[in-house]
């Protein structure tokens, strides 16, 4: 398996289960596709440099997992489709 880290930032005007709610929501879709949630930092609220869909900050997240290019993939898919996130960076990491 493949060494990832995933960088997620999440929108500010969610209340506090619901961003819990899409935290687990995307662990567990890493689980589902043949991946395994190695850490998952939640970095707090802070100001983006540019508006981004209507915030001038957000919720960022930081995670590492381990997964196969499939799990990458529908990661992708996924958060491009979804309303909760506002921007994402998936890289690889070299071991």
């Known amino acids: 398996m493949r060494a990832y880290e995933l960088m ?11 961003t819990a709610a899409v935290i ?3 662990n567990q879709l890493i689980a589902d596709n043949q991946g ?3 850490s998952s930092n ?3 609220k802070r100001r983006l440099a540019y ?3 209507g ?3 957000g919720l960022y997240m930081l995670t ?3 997964g196969v290019p499939a799990t990458e993939k529908e990661l992708e898919r996924i958060m491009k ?3 909760e996130v506002i921007k994402y960076l998936i890289t690889r990491k070299e071991e």
């Open 8 to 18: 997620y930032i999440i929108r500010p005007d969610l209340e506090e289960e619901a």
């Open 24 to 26: 687990e929501k995307y």
């Open 36 to 38: 395994e949630v190695e």
């Open 42 to 44: 939640r970095w707090g």
């Open 51 to 53: 508006e981004v869909k």
């Open 55 to 57: 915030f001038r900050e």
């Open 64 to 66: 590492h997992f381990k």
């Open 81 to 83: 489709i979804s309303d």
